[in-house]
């Protein structure tokens, strides 16, 4: 494999790899809907502060989410809406192995 195709790879797998938490993707949806600040993020997930940060700052690295201070609250937004367009496929291949799963059993 050439170098830019493996470094191409290589950032596929960094926002893959930053998604592949069940508060992250919870988190990715709900911004989906519109920016939101920390503690609301925080309210609704039920972690603490730092937990959420950290989450947020995984998001962030990998460049899906972007964030603005405003006095003492950060919010945050999606900066490819187009992120929640993984959200179908995975969708899509859960219905797959549920409908293969089904067949097997049955």
């Known amino acids: ?43 609704m997930v039920g972690d603490d502060v730092s937990t959420i940060s950290k989450h947020l700052s995984i998001l962030k690295g990998a460049g899906i989410v972007a964030d603005e201070k405003r006095g003492n609250q950060v919010f945050y937004s999606l900066r490819a809406p187009c992120v929640t367009n993984f959200f179908s496929c995975v969708e899509s291949v859960l219905r797959k192995n549920a409908t293969e799963h089904a067949r097997l059993v049955g």
């Open 1 to 43: 494999m050439e170098a830019d195709v493996k470094a191409r790879y290589e950032a596929r797998a960094k926002i893959i790899k930053a998604m592949s938490h069940p508060t992250r993707l919870f988190i990715v949806d709900e911004l989906s809907r519109g920016e939101r600040c920390v503690c609301d993020l925080t309210k």
